[in-house]
């Protein structure tokens, strides 16, 4: 039997791994030049004025909430379909957290049944500090009516645009912050360019640049302007906040750096993988990723939702026939607020209905660079022939 196809892979050449040995090499291996240089990169792709380079997306989700004051008694809502880092964040830092269903064409965030929400949380004065908008699959939620929105109840965006570095909303890169405070990337080796683990948050507030750098290092610093008296000598530093080791390493960033270079063509071919999908899958059963004519989707993920009225098959045997097969689908995402952990915080079923009838027919077919068109006829054909035996 060939070998299964996974859903994702990462995509490393020798000039990759020559930036990395070339770090192995230096002076220095955690905090050198590299992760500035990378910081500059990204920040300068997107249009942003500043960017923070941390351990991990999840960690940069958490000190972008602290950045903006999240704590005990407040609210922050984010999209129920997403990994648990988007709502865990807010936990973390001692505030509640509540779910907004999706759109049911993109998946997204709903900026309609945000607006509704919200309403409802004004007259019953419970309004939330921070609404994190996650862009699936790479494609931007409607951040403009979702800022809207924010400018009339007064609340503060984290964009979660783990999935999304490359893509392009409104003409205008992921990232720049125009509709947002803080906008958050993944370097995940399945992300769009990886950094091994990684993430980063930019924004154009440089109070809150200043505030997520102190955070992601211990809370400490050696500038002498933010000390609280002159310093002792050359070697004092003072922690002036209770922060975290969320530091990127030099690496890594020299890995970031170098993927950087492809990052366009990394999202062209991933492009040219859905345009193929999509054609090979018009006559098939099942509903194919829409795309917002404001968007353009870095794709990280392609997914596709089952017809099952038509296929006469559960959505867990067409899975396990596809895995079977050598097709290493998975499922993005199941709705945070079924996890254990948030039931036992008294969500339950029904909480956000589209999200759930998303979850019932959603799979994650396999979508990467590396992703041969010999392996996606592979992918098409199970899909074809599992279809017909139902």
């Known amino acids: 039997m060939s070998a299964m196809i996974p ?15 070339d770090v192995l090499r230096s002076d220095f291996l955690t905090q050198g030049p590299a992760v500035p240089a990378f910081e500059s990169a990204v920040a300068g792709y997107c249009g942003a004025q500043f960017s923070v ?14 950045a903006l004051g999240v704590g005990k008694g407040d609210l922050v809502w984010t999209s129920p379909v997403t990994f648990v880092a ?11 957290i509540d779910f907004v269903d999706i759109d049911q064409r993109t998946y997204n965030l709903s900026a309609a049944h945000l607006e509704e ?17 996650v862009h699936l699959s790479g494609q931007s939620c409607d951040m403009a009516s979702i800022h809207a929105l924010s400018q009339r109840y007064g609340f503060k965006i984290i964009e979660d645009a783990s999935h999304a570095i490359g893509g392009k909303y409104q003409g205008q890169p992921i990232g720049g912050c125009r509709y947002s405070d803080i906008t958050i990337f993944s370097f995940h080796p399945v992300k769009i360019i990886t950094t091994g683990e990684g993430g980063m948050a930019l924004t154009n507030d440089v109070r809150l640049a200043k505030r997520m750098q102190l955070l992601r290092s211990h809370g400490i610093t050696r500038d002498a302007h933010e000390m609280t008296h002159e310093p002792d000598g050359p070697w004092y530093y003072q922690q002036i906040e209770l922060g975290f080791n969320y530091r990127m390493t030099d690496l890594q ?18 492009h040219a993988i859905a345009k193929r999908y999509d054609d090979l899958f018009k006559d098939l059963p099942m509903v194919t990723p829409w795309q917002h004519p404001e968007s353009y989707s870095a794709f990280h993920l392609y997914v596709i939702r089952l017809k099952l009225e038509r296929l006469g098959k559960t959505h867990l045997a067409f899975f396990e026939a596809l895995r079977s097969a050598g097709v290493g689908v998975n499922l993005h995402y199941i709705p945070v607020y079924l996890q254990p952990y948030y039931q036992g915080l008294g969500f339950k079923a029904g909480h956000c209905p589209e999200s759930e009838r998303y979850y019932a027919e959603a799979i994650s077919l396999p979508m990467y660079p590396g992703l041969m068109e010999g392996g996606q006829q592979r992918v098409v054909e199970a899909l074809g022939t599992i279809a017909s035996q139902c």
């Open 117 to 133: 929400k919200l309403e409802q949380a004004r007259h019953a004065g419970r309004l939330p500090k921070v609404v994190i908008p």
């Open 86 to 96: 988007s709502a865990n964040c807010a936990l973390y830092c001692g505030a509640e």
């Open 253 to 270: 960033a020299a890995l970031g750096l170098s993927q950087m270079q492809r990052l366009d063509e990394f999202v062209a071919i991933r």
């Open 53 to 66: 380079a941390v351990s991990s997306a999840t960690s940069a989700l958490h000190i972008a909430c602290l």
């Open 7 to 21: 859903y994702g892979r990462q995509d490393i050449n020798e000039s990759d791994i020559q930036a990395v040995v």
